[in-house]
């Protein structure tokens, strides 16, 4: 893969992209494998050198005893896609050229499919829901925030799979797939139609009170302008203060987050750190000024994530907005998207991110400056009445004390 064409694309694995992995195991331990009536001893190989002659083995064993037809360009993709999981990262994966036209498609945030926000939770090795699009195929059909998805059209799924599920779960539109979803220990089975699914970025409203008011799904292509001139049809609509709603946002590209906190901070305020494998830090500052100078209160849970949390980080550590609501999901390391020369594509953590304060978010998470957890009954809702919701309320509450 020579002359390496890079386009850097910071995003999280929320969006549906395809995968199918094998394992690669790189050991000091060999392998006896019984050739007829001969034992043939293949040694796995402990470094890179040693790559090509491990595989030359393999071939050579393949070839001599192997029924089927040999797929050439398959075997160097899924060996390529079992090095690269060997890596044991969750968020680092490598795309052949129709998957990264299908993830492109998805930052782009028009794709088809059902409309679902799904990661790996790396705690229970499970693919975890965390918020369906809004008036999708599957929030119409009663798809929860915080559900599970154990199969897909009756085959099984852990959470390492993500991408080989949810490439299952994309398809031809008008077709169906069967879920089997797993909710507070319930099984519930789901038939929905495929359609194609446009993400609206970016919504706002006037709540009581002059508060303006700004929900986003997630931090796609575009979304900070959106949010730009949702800004600006709020301040003619005369508000006093803003509430910035990113529960249940799993995420997207860095350069939204900051370019949506650089609106929101002073110049030359510092928005983001981020450190590489060598110890380098690379700061981010906000450039252009504020757009709007009004008290902000910023709405998290657990599944706001990533990007979410760049931003949520940013304005809090800048004391630009009171965050309201639980604890963010904790997801703090950067992937750069690199595009090679045959199309393909690889997806790799180079960088952990920090806040201004130097907080590291990765495994843990932003406590919120006032804790308000939610109705236990209405913790997996996708729609919750305005007077129900405890946690808007507050900032209702702390906004109009302000």
């Not at 852990?158 to 539109?173: N, P, Y």
């Not at 965050?323 to 199309?343: A, P, S």
């Not at 304060?357 to 006032?370: E, R």
Request: charged share 25%.
């Amino acid at each position: 893969m020579e002359n390496q064409r890079m386009q850097k694309v910071y995003k999280i694995i929320m969006l549906i992209a395809i995968v199918a992995t094998i394992t690669f195991v790189c050991t000091t331990i060999f392998i006896y494998q019984n050739i007829g009536d001969n034992i043939k001893y293949v040694p796995i190989a402990v470094n890179d050198s040693e790559i090509s002659t491990t595989l030359a083995s393999f071939r050579k064993i393949v070839d001599e005893k192997f029924l089927g037809e040999i797929n050439q360009e398959k075997l160097v993709q899924e060996t390529i896609k079992g090095y690269i999981k060997g890596l044991d990262d969750p968020y680092t994966e490598y795309m052949t050229k129709e998957e990264m036209e299908e993830f492109n498609t998805d930052v782009m945030g028009n794709f088809s499919g059902i409309g679902i926000y799904v990661t790996n939770d790396t705690e229970r090795n499970a693919i975890l829901i965390i918020s369906p699009i809004k008036d999708s195929p599957a929030a119409n059909a009663g798809i929860l925030p915080g559900d599970i998805i154990t199969k897909v059209d009756d085959v099984s799924y852990t959470g390492e799979q993500l991408t080989e599920a949810t490439s299952k779960i994309k398809g031809e539109i008008g077709s169906k797939v069967k879920l089997e979803i797993l909710r507070n220990n319930e099984t519930i089975t789901l038939e929905i139609e495929r359609q194609q699914v446009k993400i609206n970025h970016v919504e706002s409203k006037v709540l009581q009170d002059h508060i303006g008011y700004i929900v986003f799904n997630s931090f796609d292509e575009g979304c900070s302008e959106e949010f730009k001139k949702q800004l600006e049809i709020l301040k003619s609509k005369n508000i006093d203060s803003l509430i910035v709603d990113i529960r249940n946002n799993g995420g997207g590209l860095v350069d939204e987050a900051l370019n949506i906190a650089d609106y929101l901070t002073e110049q030359d305020k510092t928005l983001l750190i981020t450190v590489d494998k060598n110890g380098k830090e690379q700061i981010k500052k906000a450039e252009q000024g504020l757009v709007i100078d009004v008290p902000t209160v910023v709405l998290t849970n657990g599944n706001s994530a990533s990007a979410s949390e760049i931003l949520a980080g940013a304005l809090k550590d800048n004391e630009r907005a009171t965050i309201v609501g639980e604890k963010t999901y904790g997801k703090g390391v950067i992937q750069e998207l690199l595009t090679l020369n045959d199309g393909s594509g690889l997806k790799i953590t180079t960088s952990e991110y920090y806040t201004p304060n130097h907080n590291k978010i990765n495994k843990i998470g932003i406590l919120p400056d006032v804790e308000v957890k939610l109705d236990e009954s209405l913790d997996n809702q996708l729609v919750i009445e305005e007077k129900d919701d405890t946690q808007l309320q507050k900032a209702i509450e702390i906004l109009k004390v302000e």
